[in-house]
């Protein structure tokens, strides 16, 4: 089945400064790789994803790009604010087939220090 | 707003207890879904079920059963609670698609003593 490491599992930035986490992961047939950010003591939501027919995307001061090649998959976030501060966890699925199989990686807490 | 409810919010058992977690959304989402978070290990898929009459295994369902007793309605239990299964349980919805964006309810803390 797939497997997604994701790292660091802590990451600590000044406010203002790029963050960036990376999530590999095992199935080349994994074509969808959502993004989701879980405030403290928050559901989780969903902040980006992105499809394997594209290698990058943007909205605002999130990014996520994609190699498929080297399977791996991240996230970028540009000048920090102190509400960045969160958990986020990627994920990565195959789109077709009658099974359901989106893996989450273990997430990483991000610290935005004011 | 169209929501995903859980409850209860918080629970506290013992061993050897029947436990029931209930999950119910207004989205009119046909899928649903049961994941369990533990700190350092993400979100595990449990179960999930596709529509009314479709339930399916996810990757941690050993020592878990579930109920779509609705669309709208969707339970997990617990027949005999052990301490490991402490964790935060979330229910998620999504529309008909394998890409569709999980909706997560608020989340169920229980605590298995």
């Known amino acids: 089945g797939e497997n997604v490491e994701q790292h660091p599992s802590t990451l600590s930035v000044q406010e203002g400064d790029s963050a960036v986490i990376k999530c590999t992961y095992s199935?080349?047939?994994?074509?969808?790789f959502p993004w989701y950010k879980q405030e403290l003591g928050k559901r989780p939501q969903l902040i980006i994803d992105?499809?394997?027919?594209?290698g990058e995307k943007k909205d605002q001061r999130i990014a996520v790009t994609l190699n498929k090649t080297a399977k791996h998959f991240s996230l970028h976030i540009t000048e920090t604010q102190p509400e960045d501060s969160a958990v986020y966890f990627c994920a990565a699925m195959m789109s077709g087939g009658s099974n359901y199989k989106l893996t989450f990686g273990k997430g990483t807490l991000l610290t935005v220090n004011p | 707003d169209a929501d995903v409810t859980q409850t209860p919010r918080n629970r506290i058992t013992k061993t050897g207890k029947r436990i029931m977690l209930e999950c119910s959304q207004t989205?009119?989402?046909?899928?649903m879904y049961w994941y369990r978070q533990d700190p350092g290990l993400g979100l595990r898929l449990i179960y999930y079920?596709?529509?009314?009459?479709?339930?399916n295994k996810g990757e941690i369902s050993d020592g878990y059963s579930v109920s779509r007793q609705a669309q709208a309605k969707f339970s997990l239990s617990l027949e005999s609670a052990i301490p490991n299964q402490t964790a935060l349980y979330f229910c998620a919805t999504s529309e008909d698609t394998n890409t569709g964006e999980l909706f997560f309810g608020e989340g169920s803390r229980l605590t298995v003593l």
């Open positions: 989205k009119g989402h046909d899928r």
């Open positions: 992105i499809r394997s027919n594209v």
């Open positions: 199935d080349s047939a994994s074509n969808y």
């Open positions: 079920s596709f529509d009314v009459k479709d339930i």
